[in-house]
């Protein structure tokens, strides 16, 4: 099982350029959920899933559309890059809310 | 949005020492998680409290669930160098899934070999 994996690393958009981060998972888990880490702070939920076909917003989702077609998939979209989304993205999944979150590797995001 | 409030910062310590971190809230919480984030992976669960007062270890790690249910402990004893990371507290109420979690803001843990 290669867990959660989230493409790509590293990346460097310029204002107002779009982007997907794309996020995966192969254990067949129902909830999935995108997080933001700013330097020293914890991670913020920005969007989450509870099924295919199901999202709903989290703390910090301005700015940010999700979708979620499939079971495996949960990718970011970024319409409009600011500054201000300079950050490491996380996605995790879990079998239920009840139930331990796996976390990929993230995703460096910088916008200048 | 509500922050747990995680000290300290950081911590600069000797290899063999123990370390000692804690979070607090405002709020009480009924279940309480750690967590540590290796340099540039995602974080990994270590330990997970779900009753006041417990007390709960993960081989060098151990947690507690303070018994005001607005504060958690994480110990670690013996440090050894792969212990360097960051260590988030997380917290989640009762009736609320993970999507309502509360993260700390991490501790940051660097070892002088």
């Known amino acids: 099982n290669a867990g959660v994996t989230q493409t790509p690393k590293f990346r460097i958009l310029k204002i107002g350029q779009s982007m997907t981060l794309q996020c995966a998972q192969d254990m067949n888990h129902n909830y999935m959920y995108w997080y933001r880490q700013d330097p020293g702070m914890g991670l913020k939920l920005i969007y989450y899933?509870?099924?295919?076909?199901?999202?709903d917003k989290g703390e910090v989702p301005n700015g940010y559309n999700v979708s979620r077609s499939t079971t495996e998939d949960f990718p970011l979209r970024l319409e409009l890059a600011a500054p201000s989304q300079t950050s490491v993205y996380f996605c995790?999944?879990?079998?239920?809310?009840?139930?331990?979150?796996?976390f990929g590797p993230g995703t460096r995001l910088t916008v200048t | 949005g509500q922050q747990l409030n995680q000290s300290p910062q950081s911590m600069f310590i000797q290899e063999g020492e123990d370390v000692s971190m804690n979070c607090t809230s405002s709020s009480i919480f009924n279940t309480w998680l750690w967590y540590k984030q290796d340099p540039g992976e995602g974080p990994v669960l270590l330990i997970a409290l779900y009753k006041a007062g417990e007390l709960t270890s993960n081989g060098r790690l151990t947690a507690q669930f303070g018994i005001t249910r607005k504060d958690s402990f994480l110990n670690i004893s013996a440090s050894i160098p792969s212990d360097v990371g960051i260590y988030f507290c997380a917290g989640q109420k009762r009736g609320q899934g993970a999507q309502k979690l509360v993260f700390g803001q991490g501790t940051r843990l660097t070892i002088n070999p």
């Open positions: 899933s509870v099924g295919a076909g199901i999202t």
């Open positions: 995790a999944s879990s079998y239920s809310p009840s139930y331990e979150q796996y």
